[in-house]
């Protein structure tokens, strides 16, 4: 509810007298029009948000209720008082001027507040605050969702620069919340330059709903990744498309030999690593050609593989993931310049979501990656839809960390935006 100092605040700013008593009651408007609105919104609100407080110290309802409702009806003032003045004031201005206006109030400071009085709520009540984050129901009643509703009572009466304005608030609202997310998200997985470069975008996590801790990560693109290349079964089937894992692994090779001066001190190494890449090409596909399934399987796995050398200790580690990552690359142009019209839109999709399970592969804890497995083991590991061995690497506690606040509020801040008036 609103506190003194904001009943205050409001009273001298907008003409409102406290004759003596317990109530608070509106001084009659110099302006009927646009006070008398302001009379009608603040004596209503501040009575149910007395009311809510008034039950809560009756034990007719919860400390918690009472929170939500009083929150509510202080945060719903502000957006009358808003809705009202530009009403009032800005009839004839542009809409585009009038959402500026709006995108202003929705940060102004008794929003802010407002959500101030959450965080005194929630170190006096802080199980029953756990319990709201805990179920999600923080989303909507926190007062940063409230500064949407700017202008919303002018839009319901169908004034449509009003409607405007409400809308553009919850935009905006929106898009802070869920870019917040971003942010956290971004800060748990922690692309590297390699990623971004594999085609990695943070708001594909939230595009697939991936988003959560490392390993959850992990497991959500694992699945979905696999229902995808059970769409592309199927939109195969009978379909005659090969690639030849032996031409892509000579066009890696060769573009391994290219760079020798960038991996002084590697060489050795990455020649140790293509005699090994290629007994696995052999050993996958001993005529070289595979169909697009089994190529789709052959990148997931190299480009697991690359993913899972990172940053570990053993003497080959960096060459086996330069090795895999340029393999991953070849194979990844082939593919798309293979697969016919009827299954782009689904290797568009695959080629979004191999970059996000990689990233999150990359860091997590070297020894919750175990040893470093061949492109068989990595191919089997990845492929199989809900593979039990899949999941051992996602059930360690240590990298299980804020991913899920990042989620949460991406997920807040999209609502937002739906939830136009």
């Given at each position: 509810?609103?506190?003194?100092?904001?009943?205050?605040?409001?009273?001298?700013?907008?003409?409102?007298?406290?004759?003596?008593?317990?109530?608070?009651?509106?001084?009659?408007?110099?302006?009927?029009?646009?006070?008398?609105?302001?009379?009608?919104?603040?004596?209503?609100?501040?009575?149910?948000?007395?009311?809510?407080?008034?039950?809560?110290?009756?034990?007719?309802?919860?400390?918690?209720?009472?929170?939500?409702?009083?929150?509510?009806?202080?945060?719903?003032?502000?957006?009358?008082?808003?809705?009202?003045?530009?009403?009032?004031?800005?009839?004839?201005?542009?809409?585009?001027?009038?959402?500026?206006?709006?995108?202003?109030?929705?940060?102004?400071?008794?929003?802010?507040?407002?959500?101030?009085?959450?965080?005194?709520?929630?170190?006096?009540?802080?199980?029953?605050?756990?319990?709201?984050?805990?179920?999600?129901?923080?989303?909507?009643?926190?007062?940063?969702?409230?500064?949407?509703?700017?202008?919303?009572?002018?839009?319901?009466?169908?004034?449509?620069?009003?409607?405007?304005?409400?809308?553009?608030?919850?935009?905006?609202?929106?898009?802070?919340?869920?870019?917040?997310?971003?942010?956290?998200?971004?800060?748990?997985?922690?692309?590297?330059?390699?990623?971004?470069?594999?085609?990695?975008?943070?708001?594909?996590?939230?595009?697939?709903?991936?988003?959560?801790s490392l390993p959850q990560t992990v497991a959500k693109t694992h699945t979905k990744l696999n229902e995808l290349s059970q769409q592309l079964r199927e939109k195969l089937a009978g379909a005659e498309v090969a690639v030849d894992l032996n031409d892509v692994f000579a066009k890696t090779a060769a573009k391994l030999q290219e760079g020798k001066s960038k991996a002084f001190g590697d060489n050795s190494a990455i020649a140790r690593v293509l005699e090994s890449l290629k007994s696995e090409v052999d050993a996958v596909a001993p005529e070289g050609r595979v169909d697009l399934i089994e190529a789709t399987n052959v990148k997931r796995g190299a480009?697991?593989?690359?993913?899972?050398?990172?940053?570990?200790?053993?003497?080959?580690?960096?060459?086996?993931?330069?090795?895999?990552?340029?393999?991953?690359?070849?194979?990844?142009?082939?593919?798309?310049?293979?697969?016919?019209?009827?299954?782009?839109?689904?290797?568009?999709?695959?080629?979004?979501?191999?970059?996000?399970?990689?990233?999150?592969?990359?860091?997590?804890?070297?020894?919750?990656?175990?040893?470093?497995?061949?492109?068989?083991?990595?191919?089997?590991?990845?492929?199989?839809?809900?593979?039990?061995?899949?999941?051992?690497?996602?059930?360690?506690?240590?990298?299980?960390?804020?991913?899920?606040?990042?989620?949460?509020?991406?997920?807040?801040?999209?609502?937002?935006?739906?939830?136009?008036?």
């Open positions: 509810m609103l506190t003194r100092d904001q009943v205050e605040k409001y009273r001298l700013e907008f003409g409102i007298t406290t004759p003596t008593g317990s109530s608070l009651t509106p001084a009659e408007p110099e302006q009927p029009g646009f006070f008398s609105r302001i009379k009608e919104a603040f004596v209503s609100r501040n009575k149910k948000a007395i009311d809510a407080r008034d039950k809560a110290e009756r034990g007719e309802q919860n400390r918690v209720s009472s929170f939500i409702q009083g929150a509510g009806q202080g945060a719903g003032f502000i957006g009358d008082v808003a809705a009202e003045a530009l009403k009032a004031v800005l009839p004839d201005v542009a809409e585009d001027k009038i959402a500026e206006l709006s995108t202003r109030l929705a940060q102004a400071k008794p929003v802010q507040e407002a959500m101030a009085s959450y965080e005194k709520f929630k170190t006096e009540h802080p199980e029953a605050a756990a319990n709201l984050e805990a179920t999600g129901l923080l989303a909507s009643i926190f007062p940063v969702a409230k500064a949407g509703q700017v202008g919303t009572k002018v839009a319901a009466q169908g004034a449509k620069k009003a409607g405007a304005v409400a809308r553009e608030g919850v935009d905006i609202t929106g898009r802070g919340v869920e870019k917040t997310g971003q942010k956290i998200q971004q800060t748990v997985i922690r692309p590297s330059q390699r990623d971004i470069e594999d085609g990695f975008k943070i708001e594909n996590v939230a595009k697939y709903d991936l988003g959560g480009g697991n593989k690359g993913a899972w050398s990172y940053n570990r200790p053993e003497p080959d580690a960096s060459a086996i993931e330069r090795v895999y990552n340029e393999f991953y690359d070849v194979l990844k142009n082939e593919i798309e310049r293979t697969a016919p019209e009827g299954v782009k839109e689904i290797n568009k999709a695959l080629s979004e979501l191999i970059p996000i399970q990689n990233a999150a592969l990359r860091r997590l804890p070297v020894e919750q990656r175990n040893n470093v497995l061949s492109l068989t083991e990595s191919i089997g590991l990845f492929s199989t839809l809900f593979d039990p061995k899949a999941l051992l690497i996602v059930g360690a506690s240590k990298a299980a960390k804020s991913g899920r606040v990042g989620d949460l509020l991406v997920k807040t801040g999209r609502k937002l935006q739906k939830k136009k008036p």
